[in-house]
Structures are given as structure tokens and as C-alpha cells.
């Protein structure tokens, strides 16, 4: 804890003999990196400083630059008016504007309600995007219904700890079938777009998600999401595609390893000091002494590189009252200074506050960033195939 601003430790730019040795060295660090694996490319360009690395990376690098299958032109798209979370409720349509993403759980209403509900705001002109609890289960039922194989934990110090449980296994065959039940449940209730949610390595956890388990499930709802427009029950017109939530570290090494069938919709990022990949809590301290800097987060840092580079909308959601993780049961309040950082960065489109954590409804303080603010208008547009290796370009 206590590291404080890393770009205070830099030395000022100038000629001097360990200045060349250090550039030299990354460089060279940097050319290592491309063929072990995301996580030491992404040390490389915060001891850089970020974009440097990313280019030196580029250009030490054969594989070319990723296509950006989606045009973001008039005829194509329409302006993305944010994301507006319902997952506790079913609130009145007067709620909602075109070109808005609603997130909502199919859990809280009857299948033919949602159905309705599905249908009643794309009417309006507004995406739906169903929510899966996904790594976690709700505990009683959900949690008893996995086979007895099935490893599971505490959530750790959350808010959500007393009523969910964590997934270990999460690729298990078992959890495997939940959640492919819940992908295609949703796409048949006539939603756009998917979050698995709880695919994130929170803080003091030991078990983190590694890209080839993300692969595994991403590639299952790709699957599925194929199949269903293959028998029709989705529309061609229909968009639809998953959402990127979380964990972007290894979503940015499936894509420019070629790993995924196609590009996520949008992008979001939740309670950022908590799910920081950093020793035990130390995002959370960071956060509560002022310390936390978003642009040294590597998961804000490889989404903004994603949203920029594909023109796919980034939303950023924290919690005015954060829970502490160190103290449970304690809380702690957001620092505005870290969303007015956050609103800033180059590749975030809106930052989200709620109000705590126990009410998930509603967009009551929104501050918009410089991010995409287009979504494709049509399925074809949304559904382009990214099957080979490629680099995503730095900020």
C-alpha cells in the first residue's frame, strides 16, 4: 500500500546515460513481453508510462494492427445515450430514451413479463442487455442446484457476501450448463446483449479467471448466440452481442491473439479500486487515501485501449458509498476526484455513480467522457469476425 503516484517517480526527460539504459532495457523488455503473455506486456507500458510501450510494442511487433469492422458513419449507427442499470426492477418506460442500453435480470419478473418488457423498450429505440450473475451463484436454490464437484467460496469482504456465493470451478460442466441456459434464455426473451457478470479476479482472491476459461465461456455464447440466428429465433435484423464486463487484461489478449469469434458490443467496468489486479486489498486502500490513479489501472487501461481502437462505447460504474473491503460491514465515500480522473481518459464514455451497493437501479450521477458514442444500427455491422491475430493500437 502507499505507492502513491507512480508518474512521480519518473525522471524528468533528458539525456542522461540511465535514461538511455532504461529505455533501452524496455524496449528490449518489451519485445519479451509480446510472446510471453498479456500480463507482462501491460507492466512494460506503466513503466513506461503507458503509450510509449505501446508503440515501441507495436513496432517490434509483425502481427498488423486490428481491423475495426465497425463504421460508426450516420447510415450505420446511432448515438449510444448510455447505460441505464434496472437489474433489481422493472421500472416505467418513461425512464428510458432511444439508443440507451437497459440492463435488466429476467429473475425479477415472469418470462412472458420480460418478454413484453424486451419488446416494449426496443420500441422506444433502446437496447436490452440481460444480466447473469455468471461466476457467482445466489445462494439457497442456485448455489444447491451445481453438483456437489463444484467448488465454491465466499464472495470474500463484499456487500454481496451475504447473499452470493463465488464460483472456483468456473468452467466445470455443471456451471458450464447454467450458464448456457441463461445465455440462450436470454437471447430468446428478445434482449441484444449479455452480461456474464463475476468473471473479474477481486481483490484478495486467489483464483483468478485466466484467459483460457474466459475463452471457454465467451466461445459458448458465441456459439450459441450462432445457432439461435441460425434457427431463427434471433432475427436477422436483431443486434446482438456480449458484453464485455470487467477483467479486460485477458479480453485484450483473446482478441489480438485471434482467439474470439467476434468483438464484444460495449464495454463496462465496475467498483475499479476492488477488482484492481493488486496484492490482497490494496486497490481499496489506494482508493480511500486519494492514491488510486486511473491511468495506472491495467483493467481501465486495456478497456480504453479496446473502446478506442474499435469505436465500442466504455462505461465505467462505482458507488458513492463504497464498501470497505479491510473493515466489513464498514463503508467508506467515493473520491470525486478519482471520477473527474476517470471522466477524463481518452476511451471512457461515461462514468456512472449509484448510490450505494444494496439499490443496483437508475443513472443518478452521470459524467460523460471523450469515449465512442455510437452503437451499430444493424446486425450485420455488429457481428464482424475478428478470427486472427492482430495488435490493438495504443491511446
Known sequence: MGHGNRNQAH??????????????????LGA??????????????FMHGGDGASSARLSLDRRPLCARPFSPSASESMRFSGLYPAIEGKLPLSNFRPGQIVEFDPRTMSASEARSYVKSLQALGAFVSVYLVGGHC?????????????RLASTGSWNWDKSERRILDIVHPAVLARLSQGIRNGWQLGANFIRI????????SSHPRTPAQMKK????????????????SIAAERVTGLVAHNNFVAWRH?????????????????RTAQLAALPDFEGDARMKAHQLVPEEHPEIHAARRIAQHFQIPYTIVEFRQSHDLARPGET??????YVHALRQLRGVSEVIVMRSESHYVGRPEVFEGPGPKTLPRYAKTARALIRSECLIGPL
Open 217 to 232: 465461456i465467451v466461445d459458448l455464447a458465441h456459439a450459441i448466440e450462432d445457432q439461435l440466428r441460425a434457427d431463427g
Open 138 to 150: 445466489d445462494r439457497g436454490a442456485d448455489c444447491e442446484s451445481l453438483t456437489g464437484s463444484v
Open 11 to 28: 525522471e524528468p526527460a533528458g539525456f542522461t546515460v540511465r535514461g538511455i539504459v532504461i529505455k533501452i532495457a524496455l524496449a528490449a
Open 332 to 337: 467508506y465515500q467515493l473520491p470525486q476526484t
Open 32 to 45: 519479451v513481453a509480446v510472446s510471453i503473455g498479456p500480463g507482462v506486456a501491460d507492466i512494460v507500458e
Open 254 to 270: 483473446l482478441i489480438e491473439q485471434g482467439e474470439l469469434r467476434r468483438l464484444p458490443a460495449f464495454l463496462t467496468s465496475e
Open 197 to 204: 457478470d463475476n468473471l473479474h479476479n477481486p481483490a484478495g
